[in-house]
């Protein structure tokens, strides 16, 4: 299984973007997936979280909470972080992570390489 990260660029502050990670390989369902983010002289740190099961729940850092949308289209393969209101501190590198099940692995865990993003003032 690959992820695969895309949707970053440059914007505007108060301007929207959507990356999207697509999962490839012998993908039977995207179990958790998470987006994660490295500012310039930071650590990564998580920015949304969604995992699915009997509920689906959500977690959001507090700075991103209202402003960013996590979601997992499962018949695509693929997760999306709808990011709107945003501010030059989204500024960063975006990585995806997911906990995927195939039929011959099972559930393990996937990072994909990670999409940049610049929210100018």
């Known amino acids: 299984v690959q992820l695969q990260a895309s949707g970053g660029g440059m914007v505007q502050a108060g301007g929207s973007l959507r990356l999207s990670c697509v999962a490839s390989g012998s993908v039977r369902v995207i179990n958790s997936m998470g987006w994660y983010r490295q500012a310039p002289g930071k650590q990564r740190e998580e920015v949304a979280h969604?995992?699915?099961?009997?509920?689906?729940?959500?977690r959001y850092e507090d700075s991103v909470r209202g402003r960013f949308t996590i979601s997992i289209d499962n018949a695509k393969n693929t997760g999306y972080l709808q990011m709107n209101s945003l501010t030059p501190e989204d500024t960063g590198v975006y990585y995806c992570?997911?906990?995927?099940?195939?039929?011959?692995?099972?559930?393990?865990?996937?990072w994909g390489q990670g999409t940049e993003v610049t929210v100018s003032s």
């Open positions: 992570s997911g906990n995927i099940y195939t039929y011959r692995e099972g559930s393990n865990d996937y």
């Open positions: 969604i995992s699915r099961g009997s509920t689906t729940k959500y």
